[in-house]
Every structure is written in C-alpha cells, then in structure tokens.
Nanobody
Framework: QVRLVESGGGSVQAGGSLRLSCAAS????????SGWYRQVPGKERELVAG???????NYTDSVKGRFTISRDHARNTMSLQMNDLKPEDTGVYYC?????????WGQGTQVIVSS
C-alpha cells in the first residue's frame, strides 16, 4: 500500500506561482512512474505532468514552459512548480504513482487562479 499526501494548493492571481508537493509513505518516486493530474467539475481528470522512474518527463501542452515536475528522493517527495499561472489552471490537483500494477492517488489539493 502506498499513501500519498498533497500540499501547497491555494488561491493566487493570474501570473503568480504555486508549488505543490506530494509526500509518499515510502521510497516510491525514485522507481515508479508518477505524476500530477488536474480535475475540474464536470470533466475527467487529466494528466498535467508525469515523470518515469528513469526521469523522463512529459507535460500537457498547455503547461509546457510554465510547470516543472521534480522529485526529492531523500525526502520521498514529488513537486510541481507552477509559474505564470492562468485561470484555466484552476482545479483540484492529484498526485499519483503507479506501483505493482496499481495506481495510487492522493486526496487532492485545490488550486484557484483568479484573473
């Protein structure tokens, strides 16, 4: 069982920055494919940024150049640095990792970007 806990969400004006963090219950991020998803009401959860165990990263087009996913293996954490935020970045952000055939999810953290 993997437990994930997100933090760092909040409200910010357009153009601002936030840093989301996800703490794992074990040393999972160094070997598992992980990522951040975003969900808005009425829509499916969508991948925002992902990273493999081999450090290959991918981003949805709308956040390229503004968001950066990273991991701190010593602290068992994964972060999402979000810069130049836009109102369309608003949503609940979920941390996820794929391990031993299962997806594990955090509880989500709310991000609100006002114009």
């Amino acid at each position: 069982q993997v437990r994930l806990v997100e933090s760092g969400g909040g409200s910010v004006q357009a153009g601002g920055s936030l840093r989301l963090s996800c703490a794992a219950s074990g040393s999972i991020f160094s070997i598992a494919t992980s990522g951040w998803y975003r969900q808005v009401p009425g829509k499916e959860r969508e991948l925002v940024a992902g990273v493999t165990g081999g450090r290959i990263t991918n981003y949805t087009d709308s956040v390229k150049g503004r968001f950066t996913i990273s991991r701190d293996h010593a602290r068992n954490t994964m972060s999402l640095q979000m810069n130049d935020l836009k109102p369309e970045d608003t949503g609940v952000y979920y941390c996820t990792t794929y391990w031993k055939g299962r997806n594990f999810w955090g509880q989500g953290t709310q991000v609100i970007v006002s114009s």
